[in-house]
Each structure stands twice: as C-alpha cells, then as structure tokens.
C-alpha cells in the first residue's frame, strides 16, 4: 500500500521561503515520477511542480517557474518543493502525488497516489 505523507507547511509573511518534503513508501520509490499540486480555497486542485523517476527532468506551472524548485532524494524516499518568494496567492493546501510512470507528468489523471495534504498560508 502507497502512502505520502507531506510535512513542512505553515504559517508565513509575504517573501518568506518554505520547504515542503514527502515522504513515500509502499512500492519502489525511484521507478516513479513524483508532483505537486495546490487547491486554493474555493478553487480546483492545480498542478505546481513535476519531476522524473531519476530527478533528472522537472517542469513546472508558469506561475512557479523560477521561485519554486522540485527536487527528490531516492535514497530517503523523499521528494521536496522549495518555495521562494511566497506570496499570500500561494496560500493553499499542497499535495504531493506518485505518477503511474516514470517521466515527468503534468496531469492529475497521470498520478494514482495522493498524500493528504499540508496546509500553506501566506500573509501579506
């Protein structure tokens, strides 16, 4: 059985930085690529950040494109979203997410694993 369970959200000013972690187990962590998402209060779930199995390829939302980095640690399991520059738009619960395959994923239907989220609020 696949669990994420995400750790590292809370309470921030404006222009302050915040690391997310997740940390997976249940099936072999390194076959896999790795997402996280958002859902801002009153609004879809959105992607945020991707990265392949290896760690080798990430993509990310426009909107991230240069404050957030993806980065993952096969060897603890682990995938991480460093968040510079947050502002109070940023403010929302994040997800971290298992793709069904190895290369980068965009998708939500691409990802068959979810953790339970972790709440991030950015005060101006």
């Known amino acids: 059985q696949v669990q994420l369970v995400e750790s590292g959200g809370g309470l921030l000013q404006a222009g302050e930085s915040l690391r997310l972690s997740c940390a997976a187990s249940?099936?072999?962590?390194?076959?896999?690529?790795m997402g996280w998402f958002r859902q801002a209060p009153g609004k879809e779930r959105k992607f945020v950040a991707t990265?392949?199995?290896?760690?080798?390829?990430?993509y990310y939302a426009n909107s991230q494109k240069g404050r957030f980095t993806i980065s993952r640690d096969n060897a603890k399991n682990t995938v991480y979203l460093q968040m510079n520059s947050l502002q109070p738009e940023d403010t929302a619960v994040y997800y971290c997410a298992q793709s069904s395959r190895a290369l980068i994923a965009t998708s939500q239907d691409e990802y068959n694993y979810w953790g339970q989220g972790t709440q991030v609020t950015v005060s101006s």
């Open positions: 249940g099936r072999t962590f390194s076959n896999y690529a």
């Open positions: 990265i392949s199995s290896t760690g080798n390829s990430a």
